[in-house]
């Protein structure tokens, strides 16, 4: 906290609110008269101002991690003296707290970090056209006013159009910047998966289902299974929140847990009863192997596949049950079996490619297949991968097979984010902000994540099959993510960066988009905001207000697009129609609540002629549940829980009951083993061809590809296999920057004994990590928690390029390689790689200088 306040005085801090800030932080300065000029505090005097009353204030812990956890700051005449989480009630299973994380506990650390972007700057060597683009991520930074900031954007925006048209200018994700450039003739858009993988679009065709809970069941339901498998799943470090504390209530009650994964991870070390590794990239053969048991020992002594349920409630098993019009001999059981391809999809076959021991894989399949209720939970990892359609498509096959599907305590499906461990609809859900998107124009222009950087360089787009077009982008706007850092092959996105006309970004601190920028406009934080309103798990709805006021010459995103607007001759309301306080008051106005007996929703808060008044908004009074002003001050409203209670969800339950009468949003209405409308989605997309069922495709850098020889088992260039994985220091590329959670979470290369012996490697050593995409140098950790030849590496470290062009940060999709594919999956998870000691010594990045400009 001292580099914040040794670098924030500004002639507009009084000595008073100075003294507030360096109490806070328990420095012992003070202001003497100048700018940046400090002189010693008494202790007593900073003793003093942190006894004065404060107050509790709900503050968003507003980043993407699906937890949505309870945060509380305590302010004390506008100064943000700490921070606490939830106890607004007694914890227990039926009514749990809402505990933040380390990352949601450490907020305050990325609020008010001394790496907060205080004034719209420049690039040094900018000018318009570009200047020397070449220094675009080394140039020096120039501080400018916002007039002359937002006068370049304005400009650059009306050049750049009037040169080469709205299909030059790109604008990533967007947030409200959408809205003037939409006005002002659209651009360019971005699409694609940035998380999902292939599970993004492949749900609605395969299941009929585009929410995230994916057919699981809530979280009291978890009670009533038997068994809980973890398929590359480690909540403990990627689902914030409850997921965690909902499992370990379902150990407590003697349920059985088998975690899958590359990894011995967290989660398995405190739930597992049984560890199944498998190397990165081979679900789908694990699951072929599992289903070649299944059919081939299935008898009715030991019944293993639940044909009543396969016969009434899906199609495309066997040749019988085909979709009409199909082919016959493209069912998934004759696939397995090899019928027609000669190939049988056996345990010996599948243990080849997976690592998985042939017993394993066997033994494993016997206890999917007699084991019920049983709830198989999977992360999205599995289809971060190119080609991934067969992962979901394998999932269902074998998910149906074993017939747990819409029974207590039976679920087959993917737990990530807000609904981990507990699908189902919304308890308390918050109503329509009413602000009205503006569409854009070029709508029908768009990059895929996959291809956008390559997109850019070349000239040319994937539009679709047999459909390549002609693209120009001469400017990239960024505004509400980390686009640079995030997706594929982040060195070609730097040399696109240093390819256009202009750079723009809209960022609170110097992430890479903005380090690779010509001109960065500071923003405020959510918690310098009027408020926001967040979901998080289907019990809880919360309401944050504002923390502080603005730090620096920080700006709501919304302030800029006004502003750039108006220079764009643009009225203000038309961008702005509502503002965020009625934005805000209409979601909590619209809120409403699952009833007790379950059979509807009522309003959840009750508002007064008076609480209008005191809002000063536009509404009409109501009656609900609890006071709007009840709901301020508590700042979430959670609907207790009880075994067994009215609000339990079991996914398809009424479908499976009744599939003729209850059927699902697909094509046959049924849930499609044999899914024609995502083989043609994926063949349409462009890139590679769509297949009906779960036809096992190798990615281009997956396991296979680390031989020369794959026949003969030569190892090739790079022989070891890199796993991209959540960690606790940072969600995606958030937080990342914070001194504590660096040094509490190191963000190390982890390596198997083996792999590292015969590399001459010990752990501590510095490494490269590398391949034909880019090399990353950090710290190794040896363990045998991972499989021999796979490597691991938290992603989501902000990419920091040395002189020899190692990223030092270990920024993972530097070596990411960008493989398109349909249905628009981004290729994470298949990289193969090679690491080797590096001799030169790597200082912890906790203790590097942090990325403070002006």
């Known amino acids: 906290m001292i580099n914040f306040i040794e670098r924030t005085i500004n002639h507009k801090l009084s000595r008073r609110s100075f003294l507030k800030w ?20 008494s202790v007593e005097e900073a003793q003093e101002i942190k006894k004065e ?9 507003w980043h993407n991690c699906g937890g949505r956890c309870l945060n509380k700051a305590y302010v004390v005449d506008g100064m ?33 970090g001394a790496d907060r972007l205080k004034y719209p700057m420049k690039r040094k060597h900018w000018a318009p056209g570009g200047g020397n683009k070449e220094l675009r991520g080394k140039d020096e930074w120039v501080r400018i006013s916002w ?24 604008l990533l994700r967007g947030a409200e910047m959408q809205r003037p450039i939409s006005l002002f003739g659209g651009y360019v858009s971005n699409y694609g998966s940035r998380s999902r993988g292939a599970w993004e679009q492949a749900m609605k065709p395969i299941l009929g289902v585009s929410r995230k809970s994916h057919i699981i069941n809530d979280r009291m339901d978890l009670l009533n299974a038997k068994l809980i498998v973890l398929w590359g799943n480690n909540p403990a470090w990627s689902s914030a929140g409850l997921p965690m504390y ?8 003697g349920v059985k847990f088998i975690s899958v994964d590359p990894f011995y991870n967290a989660s398995a070390s405190v739930l597992a009863d049984e560890f199944i590794p498998i190397r990165p990239a081979t679900d789908t053969p694990l699951l072929l192997g599992i289903a070649y048991v299944m059919i081939t020992e299935d008898s009715p002594e030991r019944p293993l596949i639940d044909w009543q349920f396969l016969n009434r409630c899906t199609v495309g098993f066997d040749a019988e049950h085909m979709p009409q019009g199909a082919d016959p001999k493209e069912n998934f059981k004759d696939y397995v079996l090899g019928t027609y391809d000669g190939t049988p999809k056996t345990p010996e076959w599948a243990s080849e490619i997976t690592g998985t021991p042939i017993e394993v894989i066997r033994s494993f399949a016997l206890e999917l297949g007699t084991t019920k209720p049983a709830t198989v939970l999977f992360g999205w990892n599995s289809a971060r991968i190119e080609k991934a359609q067969h992962v979901p498509l394998a999932q269902v096959a074998v998910g149906a097979m074993t017939g747990n599907m819409g029974i207590p305590g039976g679920a087959f499906g993917v737990s990530c984010q807000e609904p981990a461990t507990n699908g189902g609809p919304a308890l308390v859900r918050p109503g329509d902000s009413q602000l009205q998107a503006i569409k854009n124009p070029l709508s029908s222009v768009k990059l895929c994540s996959n291809e956008h950087w390559n997109a850019i360089l070349t000239g040319k787009y994937t539009a679709g099959k047999d459909d390549i077009k002609d693209i120009d982008i001469r400017m990239i706007y960024h505004s509400g993510h980390s686009s640079l850092n995030q997706t594929n092959n982040t060195n070609k996105g730097i040399k696109a960066h240093k390819k256009v006309e202009f750079v723009v970004t809209n960022q609170f601190s110097l992430n890479p988009n903005a380090a690779y920028s010509d001109v960065v406009l500071p923003i405020t934080t959510q918690w310098e905001r009027y408020g926001t309103v967040l979901t998080g798990n289907r019990e809880i709805l919360i309401w944050a207000s504002q923390v502080i006021e603005p730090l620096f010459e920080a700006k709501d995103d919304m302030w800029i697009a006004k502003e750039v607007g108006k220079r764009l001759s643009i009225d203000s309301v038309e961008i702005e129609p509502l503002s965020l306080k009625q934005q805000i008051f ?22 007064t002629e008076g609480d209008i008044s005191e809002f000063d908004v536009e509404g009409t009074p109501q009656l609900g549940r609890i006071s709007i002003m009840e709901f301020k001050e508590q700042g979430i409203y959670q609907v207790p829980r009880k075994q067994n209670d009215k609000f339990v969800f079991i996914s398809n339950d009424k479908f499976r009951e009744d599939p003729e009468n209850n059927p699902l949003d697909t094509e046959s209405g049924k849930i499609e083993i044999h ?31 680390t031989y020369a020889d794959w026949n003969k088992k030569i190892k090739g260039k790079y022989p070891l296999q890199l796993c991209n994985i959540h960690i606790q220091r940072q969600t995606h590329s958030v937080m990342g920057d914070v001194p504590w959670l660096r040094e509490t979470f190191p963000n190390d290369i982890i390596i198997n004994p083996k792999d590292a012996k015969s590399r001459g490697i010990k752990d501590g050593d510095v490494v490269r990590m590398f391949n034909d995409h880019g090399s990353v140098i950090r710290r190794v950790y040896v363990t045998e928690r991972v499989m021999p030849e796979v490597v691991l590496l938290g ?16 920024s993972v999709n530097i070596l990411s390689g960008d493989y398109p594919s349909g249905p628009n999956i981004e290729s994470f998870q298949a990289c193969i790689v090679e690491v080797e000691k590096y001799e030169k010594q790597l200082e912890p990045d906790h203790n590097w200088p942090q990325r403070i400009v002006l």
């Not at 360096?22 to 940046?36: C, F, K, P, Q, R």
């Open 22 to 41: 360096s109490a806070i932080s328990s420095t012992s300065v003070m202001l003497a008269g100048y700018e940046n000029v400090l002189a010693e505090m």
């Open 80 to 112: 943000l003296i700490r921070q606490k989480t939830d106890d607004t009630h007694e914890d227990s299973t039926e009514f749990p707290q809402q505990r933040a994380c380390a990352r949601g506990r450490a907020q305050r650390k990325q609020v008010l």
């Open 53 to 61: 009353e404060g107050k509790w204030v709900t503050a968003a812990c």
């Open 586 to 607: 209409n979601e909590i106005a619209g809120a409403s609540v699952m009833k007790e007996n379950g059979t509807g929703y009522e309003p959840l808060v009750t508002i």
């Open 246 to 253: 909902n499992l370990l209530q379902a150990k407590k009650a």
């Open 675 to 705: 899914c024609r409308q995502l083989a043609e989605i994926v063949t349409n997309a462009g890139w590679n061809e769509g297949y009906p069922i779960a036809k096992y495709v190798p990615p281009t850098e997956g396991y296979e590809a």
């Open 147 to 170: 007039e002359e900031a937002i006068d370049i954007v304005a400009d650059e925006l009306k050049r750049t159009k009037e040169n080469y048209g709205n299909e030059s200018i790109y």
């Open 795 to 810: 992603q989501g470290s902000w990419v920091d390029l040395d002189e020899e062009g190692n990223c030092r940060a270990g």
